[in-house]
């Protein structure tokens, strides 16, 4: 299966099975070789209306899409294979959404040759900033990693990675998005501590998040050396940071990010 405009169906229109809809029409694809399934019919009309894409039942999908996305949730999986999983011709090429689930979760549940590609995106994907890792299931080829990676650049980044640091892809990216809101609404609520008005230190910070993240992206630096030039001798960013080691959020660091990738092989094992 060659890159090029294929028709998808997004089973499991969620959050992020919306993001990938919205980003695919953003990139110009056609709305006509667009379609989802959902549940619930207040839904479906919603995603109709804002997106102009047909939504159908999971058979239809299947019967008529060349590409499936499932993006349902992973507890859900199992059920939504079990009945749609025979129906899916060897042919088709399954894109699995579904945080945490290996390839070979598909492969039991699918007709033998199915391809399967694995991917992880992250909610940036809403500003066109997503980072986006993409792995092979054992039947998927280089034109399908192509077509997988033509889907989601539109959407940012992506990145090819083995499967088998996946996981690791989820803990790091996926839910990378939330450590970095956690850390600028702390930040925001220091600024506050220090006599800021809250406006003034969420602009603060918000541009300061902004020009950090292009410094480390475009200076091709370590962010030792960066976080060094800002490090002076006996000066106030080395009093913070000596509080911040004080205090263990890097080790903290090290252990949510542990905890993270232990959740998704949780969420894997109570798939089955």
């Not at 993001?19 to 207040?42: F, I, N, Q, V």
């Not at 039942?57 to 299947?62: F, K, Q, S």
């Given at each position: 299966?060659?890159?090029?405009?294929?028709?998808?169906?997004?089973?499991?229109?969620?959050?992020?099975?919306?993001?990938?809809?919205?980003?695919?029409?953003?990139?110009?694809?056609?709305?006509?070789?667009?379609?989802?399934?959902?549940?619930?019919?207040?839904?479906?009309?919603?995603?109709?209306?804002?997106?102009?894409?047909?939504?159908?039942?999971?058979?239809?999908?299947?019967?008529?899409?060349?590409?499936?996305?499932?993006?349902?949730?992973?507890?859900?999986?199992?059920?939504?294979?079990?009945?749609?999983?025979?129906?899916?011709?060897?042919?088709?090429?399954?894109?699995?959404?579904?945080?945490?689930?290996?390839?070979?979760?598909?492969?039991?549940?699918?007709?033998?040759?199915?391809?399967?590609?694995?991917?992880?995106?992250?909610?940036?994907?809403?500003?066109?900033?997503?980072?986006?890792?993409?792995?092979?299931?054992?039947?998927?080829?280089?034109?399908?990693?192509?077509?997988?990676?033509?889907?989601?650049?539109?959407?940012?980044?992506?990145?090819?990675?083995?499967?088998?640091?996946?996981?690791?892809?989820?803990?790091?990216?996926?839910?990378?998005?939330?450590?970095?809101?956690?850390?600028?609404?702390?930040?925001?609520?220091?600024?506050?501590?220090?006599?800021?008005?809250?406006?003034?230190?969420?602009?603060?910070?918000?541009?300061?998040?902004?020009?950090?993240?292009?410094?480390?992206?475009?200076?091709?630096?370590?962010?030792?050396?960066?976080?060094?030039?800002?490090?002076?001798?006996?000066g106030t960013t080395i009093s913070?940071?000596?509080?911040?080691?004080?205090?263990?959020?890097?080790?903290?660091?090290?252990?949510?990010?542990?905890?993270?990738?232990?959740?998704?092989?949780?969420?894997?094992?109570?798939?089955?």
């Amino acid at each position: 299966m060659a890159p090029g405009v294929h028709t998808v169906a997004v089973i499991g229109a969620g959050k992020i099975g919306e993001l990938m809809l919205s980003g695919l029409l953003r990139a110009g694809w056609p709305a006509d070789k667009l379609m989802a399934t959902t549940r619930r019919p207040a839904r479906a009309e919603e995603l109709t209306q804002r997106y102009g894409v047909r939504v159908v039942d999971n058979l239809t999908a299947v019967a008529e899409a060349e590409v499936l996305a499932v993006a349902v949730k992973p507890q859900d999986a199992a059920a939504l294979l079990g009945d749609i999983g025979a129906k899916v011709p060897a042919d088709k090429l399954v894109i699995s959404l579904c945080a945490g689930l290996p390839t070979s979760f598909f492969g039991r549940r699918l007709p033998e040759g199915t391809p399967v590609v694995r991917v992880m995106t992250n909610t940036p994907a809403l500003v066109d900033e997503a980072m986006t890792a993409i792995s092979a299931g054992p039947h998927a080829t280089a034109a399908h990693l192509a077509l997988a990676e033509e889907m989601f650049k539109p959407l940012g980044a992506t990145l090819r990675v083995p499967e088998s640091q996946q996981d690791a892809v989820t803990a790091l990216s996926g839910s990378g998005p939330a450590y970095f809101y956690l850390l600028v609404e702390a930040m925001i609520d220091a600024g506050i501590l220090l006599g800021l008005p809250r406006q003034v230190a969420h602009e603060l910070i918000v541009q300061t998040a902004i020009g950090s993240a292009v410094m480390l992206r475009d200076s091709g630096e370590h962010p030792v050396k960066l976080r060094e030039a800002v490090t002076s001798p006996a000066g106030t960013t080395i009093s913070a940071i000596r509080e911040l080691e004080n205090h263990g959020v890097r080790a903290a660091l090290l252990a949510a990010l542990e905890a993270a990738r232990d959740r998704a092989r949780q969420l894997a094992q109570q798939s089955e």
